[in-house]
């Protein structure tokens, strides 16, 4: 792709995010990315070929920034645990900034959207493997890396995707934890380091 065409892609895709953040994902449509980068929806097509190809690109640009944010943590310590730890914090803050994005990447919001498979492989293969990473470092002898990365991603990706729905609803007075970031956060930490526990990982 020319640099000039990846500048215009790019432009539709910033556009299509900050629809996604402003709006909700039922305003993804062609018509209104258009309007948001300020073009004709004929372009948009030209470009992506009509909103599922649309929405592939920003399924792509949803898990590139998480893999973002993710590189952007302080390098390696010697407290590997404390590293894992890191990562799954902001994991959640990831989530917590815009639950619309989490949604596209993770559940099914759009009906009869199902990101491209070869797409889903590549995605979650590149943005994973860093989670892997860390979770290898603290893996007991003879521990299947990917399996325990896997048990203990979803084990975060209950206790957000818990928080997030909770928080789109009413707060209750009675639930287990107050309705507060504070509270959620300490919880969701509990809830990690008891998965990583049960796992067995540990600082060699």
């Known amino acids: 792709m020319r640099p000039a065409e990846h500048g215009h892609r790019e432009r539709y895709l910033?556009?299509?995010?900050?629809?996604?953040?402003d709006r909700g994902?039922?305003?993804?449509t062609v018509r209104g990315v258009a309007e948001a980068a300020g073009a004709s929806t004929i372009s948009v097509y030209t470009r992506f070929g009509g909103r599922s190809g649309l929405l592939d690109?920003?399924?792509e640009r949803t898990f590139e920034s998480l893999h973002g944010a993710l590189e952007a943590l302080p390098p390696e310590s010697p407290d590997g645990i404390a590293d894992l730890l890191d990562l799954a914090m902001a994991y959640r803050l990831f989530a917590r900034e815009s639950p619309a994005r989490y949604a596209l990447m993770f559940e099914r919001p759009v009906p009869g959207?199902?990101?491209?498979?070869?797409?889903?492989?590549?995605?979650?293969?590149?943005t994973f493997g860093l989670f892997i990473d860390r979770v290898r470092r603290v893996s007991p002898p003879g521990t299947d890396a990917q399996t325990a990365a896997y048990q203990?991603?979803?084990a975060m990706h209950g206790l957000v995707g818990a928080e997030?729905?909770?928080?789109?609803?009413?707060a209750?007075?009675?639930?287990?934890?107050?309705?507060?970031d504070d509270a959620n956060a300490q919880m969701?930490?509990?809830?990690?380091?008891?998965m990583m526990t049960g796992l067995g990982l540990r600082d060699r």
């Open 172 to 180: 209750l007075p009675d639930w287990f934890i107050p309705p507060t």
């Open 113 to 126: 959207f199902d990101p491209d498979p070869a797409l889903r492989s590549a995605v979650v293969r590149t």
């Open 25 to 28: 994902v039922t305003a993804l």
């Open 188 to 194: 969701y930490r509990r809830g990690v380091i008891a």
């Open 14 to 21: 910033d556009a299509a995010l900050a629809v996604l953040f």
């Open 164 to 170: 997030l729905m909770l928080a789109s609803r009413t």
């Open 152 to 154: 203990l991603w979803t």
């Open 57 to 59: 690109a920003l399924y």
